[in-house]
């Protein structure tokens, strides 16, 4: 089984190329909007600098999804990107779980395009509550919410 663990320094280049290799559309559904080569390697940048997190997932020696923990007052606002050869595997999943366990004692919040159904339905499923801002959802994890009966505190 695969570990999820932080990354840092010289790591956040894999990340970076993950970004990277996502298609036009896949970028646009990550960032809300198009994301050039330039804004994403910016992006990455610094996320250091903002006190950002990110928790990754390698499988067979590659970066198979991560997911950035930034900090937004008393909030974390998390992004989750799963590498196209390792979706539908449960890894958003697992990476959804993992932050919020990271993130406890904080409220959680995630930005998603309306029309993208995959991550509106992970948010849901760990307990975010959706609500339409424009072409947006905005979603709120309120503290210790509960999923099928466990709280994700333990996870």
Do not use: K
């Not at 799963?82 to 697992?94: E, L, N, Q, T, Y």
């Amino acid at each position: 089984m695969q570990r999820i663990r932080p990354i840092s320094g010289a790591w956040l280049a894999c990340y970076a190329e993950l970004l990277l290799a996502l298609d036009a559309t896949d970028r646009r559904l990550r960032f809300g909007a198009p994301a050039t080569d330039a804004a994403v390697r910016a992006h990455v940048a610094a996320l250091t600098a903002r006190g950002a997190m990110v928790l990754a997932m390698f499988r067979d020696g590659a970066l198979a999804g991560a997911v950035e923990l930034a900090p937004d007052g008393t909030a974390v606002e998390l992004a989750i990107v799963v590498a196209p050869p390792a979706r539908r595997r449960g890894i958003a999943w697992r990476l959804l779980r993992a932050a919020l366990a990271v993130a406890r004692g904080s409220e959680a919040r995630v930005q998603i395009l309306a029309e993208n159904r995959a991550m509106r339905r992970l948010a849901v499923r760990g307990g975010f509550v959706l609500r339409p801002s424009g072409a947006e959802m905005l979603g709120v994890r309120p503290l210790e919410r509960r999923i099928g009966g466990n709280s994700l505190a333990a996870a």
